[in-house]
């Protein structure tokens, strides 16, 4: 996605943006984009990590649309300091300091829209992209790099949001609740604790 899509296509927006226009200015309102899904929709559909009332599916388009908004800018802010000359410290900063609040803010939309639940795997499934985030963050302090892996959530991931978000934009999300595995037996698994197991797997092979 990155090499394909998201670099090339940053590349080419960053020259139509003045060079009057600061870097940090394209990161806050990239901000505003990732961040304007969560507050909808645990302020309209209730702070629980499942389903008080059904959600709607022009959310799951404002979201998969917004992130897609947030994931461009966050490509084009440092191109566009790198062309203008203003790239900095402070501006890294606060590049990151955004990054890791759309990181929280993201999978807790991704862990109410599943329904995994007000539960230890829900809270497990919230922690683990934080901490591979964090980690990752603690890597570049001390290495000078930014190293993520082909497939990685941050550019390869976004996909795979998109296209959950138009399959619950169609079918809604309760689809998620259907037991896949040992179904009709003690051991029986809901789709949306496989999903929830798969998510931190990722993350434990990413930390590590």
Known sequence: MYRYFYNPTSMKLVTYLPETLAPNLITLIGF?????????????????????????????ILEAVCLLVYRMLDEMDGKQARRTGNASPLGLLFDHGCDSFTMGMQTMIIVKTLQVGDSL???????????????????????????LLPGNGVTDGSLGIYVSMMFMAYFGNDYWKDPY???????????????AYLCISIQIMIIS
Do not use: H, Q
């Open 121 to 147: 795997l829900g809270i497990t499934t919230v922690l683990f992209p934080c901490a591979s985030f964090f980690f990752s963050t603690l890597e570049e302090y001390y290495t000078g790099g930014l190293f």
């Open 181 to 195: 595995f040992f179904v009709g037996t003690p051991n029986e698994i809901i789709f949306k604790d496989f999903m």
């Open 32 to 60: 505003f984009f990732s961040s304007l899904p969560f507050f909808v929709l645990f302020g309209m559909f209730g702070d629980r990590f499942n389903n008080i009332k059904e959600i709607p599916p022009w959310f799951y």
